[in-house]
């Protein structure tokens, strides 16, 4: 049986009713989710890509790994299960492969709230200040187009990088920092952190080639190039 109450339409179906208008909405705001991490990922893994290219050209070696997240890794970025970054570059060692530098990826087209970095990310950067960057996309000018099928070049355009990430939010964690090497029994502790950065803050750092120029550097000195 359907019954409009307040103008909405409500289905009983037993013991149970269902409100379509809640229902909809929830089914768009679900698929408006599913887009933006696509949109998301086609970001991360454009930068990625440029990293690697750039990698592989200058050095041309096999002993260079970029890791980037697969296509079906897509729903993962936002429960940030890559432990504090979305990029590593690695290079070989003996029969290892050893982390040279770690690389966060935020977009954003829309500052109705600001961007944020979650806990792991902001004690990734703060312990690795000197090999962490963190890659903004302000895709703010292109938020009318399709913005899961741009092309690299626009995404690399649109990107500042904060080489001194961990540097900035290092002093704010210091004290939470050194209590995690104390026991729990003899020391409070602080979690469920995180930083917000403002559309302001967000469009402000260096060139993607900063970054690039950075990369190759510290890889070239790893194996001794």
């Not at 070696?61 to 697969?70: F, H, S």
């Not at 792991?120 to 000197?130: F, G, K, T, Y």
């Not at 009318?144 to 990107?159: K, M, Y």
């Given at each position: 049986?359907?019954?409009y ?10 013991n ?24 998301r990922?086609t970001h991360?893994?454009?930068i990625?890509?440029?990293?690697e290219?750039?990698?592989?050209n ?31 570059i ?7 492969w ?6 966060e ?14 806990m ?9 200040p000197?090999?962490?960057a ?20 626009v ?42 950065i ?13 970054l ?8 070239k ?5």
């Amino acid at each position: 049986m359907s019954l409009y109450i307040k103008g909405q339409l409500v289905i009983h179906r037993g013991n149970e009713s269902v409100n379509m208008s809640e229902m909809l909405d929830k089914m768009e705001r679900q698929q408006s989710l599913e887009h933006d991490n696509k949109a998301r990922f086609t970001h991360l893994h454009a930068i990625g890509k440029h990293i690697e290219d750039t990698l592989r050209n200058k050095l041309g070696t096999e002993l260079i790994q970029v890791y980037k997240p697969e296509e079906n890794e897509d729903d993962a970025i936002a429960d940030d299960i890559q432990n504090g970054q979305d990029i590593i570059i690695r290079v070989k060692s003996g029969e290892n492969w050893q982390d040279v530098f770690y690389v966060e990826v935020k977009s954003k087209w829309d500052f109705s709230e600001p961007a944020h970095m979650s806990m792991r990310q902001v004690r990734m950067a703060s312990l690795h200040p000197d090999k962490y960057a963190l890659c903004c996309v302000d895709l703010r000018r292109h938020k009318n187009e399709d913005l899961a099928a741009l092309p690299e070049e626009v995404i690399v355009d649109c990107t500042k990088v904060k080489m001194d990430i961990g540097k900035d939010l290092h002093p704010m964690l210091k004290a939470i920092l050194d209590a995690d090497e104390r026991s729990e029994n003899e020391q409070i502790k602080i979690s469920e952190y995180r930083s917000n950065i403002s559309a302001k803050v967000f469009e402000q750092g260096s060139d993607f080639n900063v970054l690039l120029s950075k990369i190759v550097e510290v890889v070239k000195l790893r194996l001794n190039l």
